[in-house]
C-alpha cells in the first residue's frame, strides 16, 4: 500500500475542509505600512506558517551541518608511521 500517499490524501483533505469551512471568516491584517481588509482567515494562517516555515530553514541547516561535525581528514604523514611524523620506528639500535 502506497502510504505516502494515503498520509498526502488525508492531509489535503483536512486542508481542504479547513479552507472550506472559514471562507466566510474574515479579519484585517496591518503589517504597519500596509493594511489590507477582509482577508480570509485561511489566507493568514497559511501565510503564517510559510513565513515561520522559511526562518526556520537556515536555523535547520545550520543545526544539521553541527550534528554531522566537520570532516574529519587523515594526515599521510602521520599515518605511515603510526604516530610519528618521520615515519621510521621510534627502537634506537
Request: proline share 6%; charged share 15%; hydrophobic share 45%.
Amino acid at each position: 500500500m502506497p502510504w505516502r500517499l494515503i498520509v498526502s490524501i488525508v492531509i489535503f483533505a483536512v486542508f481542504l475542509a479547513f479552507i472550506t469551512l472559514n471562507l466566510d471568516n474574515r479579519c484585517d491584517v496591518n503589517l504597519g505600512f500596509a493594511k489590507f481588509s477582509n482577508v480570509p482567515v485561511f489566507i493568514t494562517i497559511f501565510s503564517s506558517f510559510v513565513l515561520g516555515l522559511l526562518c526556520a530553514l537556515p536555523i535547520a541547516y545550520r543545526l544539521k551541518g553541527l550534528r554531522n561535525g566537520p570532516i574529519k581528514t587523515k594526515n599521510p604523514e602521520t599515518q605511515a608511521g603510526h604516530g610519528s611524523p618521520s615515519g621510521g620506528s621510534n627502537e634506537t639500535d
